[in-house]
């Protein structure tokens, strides 16, 4: 397994804003793609991580949500579609490893119905609600070029990704 770069948008806007392809086929290179994920995820750290994060423009999420010291459960999303999201919302407030340092309330649908093919290539249908629910969700608007500071204000927005900017360039100096 390999850790990889992880985009940002102080320096990878224009890649995280692409669309990422439907996988054709989950075979032994597409897993070599989620392990790569799942160890660059726990090396940042953060709980998910969507592979255009690593520059590929793939339909592949990878999370794991357990807490502390809690035995690892990753998880693996190929391809996933919202089947239903429920009416009633819930705000958390997000981050993400590719706006480091950001943090804020995002309101998103409270339940989503999901599915999607697993590590092993299978079906599989379920319902996402809590923190799963907000996860699932921040991931898949990654496949679609969305970041979470997207559902701010423009002005919010705009702030952040400055002070991105500011924080890279310290790092820099
Ligand atoms: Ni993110």
Redesign the pocket.
């Known amino acids: 397994m390999t850790i990889r770069r992880i985009l940002t948008v102080e320096s990878d806007l224009a890649t995280l804003k692409q669309v990422s392809a439907p996988v054709a086929a989950v075979d032994d290179d597409l897993r070599r793609l989620m392990d790569d994920m799942l160890e660059t995820m726990y090396d940042a750290p953060?709980i998910?991580?969507?592979a255009i994060?690593v520059g590929v423009p793939q339909r592949v999420i990878v999370m794991d949500l357990a807490k502390g010291e809690d035995a690892p459960t990753p998880r693996y999303f190929v391809n996933p579609e919202i089947l239903w999201a429920s009416e009633e919302t819930a705000p958390y407030e997000?981050?993400?490893?590719?706006?480091p340092e950001i943090y804020d309330e995002v309101e998103r649908p409270a339940r989503v119905r999901l599915r999607y093919l697993g590590y092993d290539g299978a079906q599989v249908e379920e319902e996402a609600e809590g923190i799963f629910a907000v996860c699932i969700q921040?991931?898949m608007?990654?496949l679609d070029g969305v970041?979470?500071i997207d559902h701010l204000s423009r002005l919010k927005r705009d702030r952040a990704i400055a002070k991105v900017k500011k924080a890279a360039r310290a790092e820099a100096a």
Do not use: K, M, R
């Open positions: 953060g998910g991580l969507a994060q997000e981050g993400c490893l590719s706006v921040h991931e608007d990654h970041l979470f």
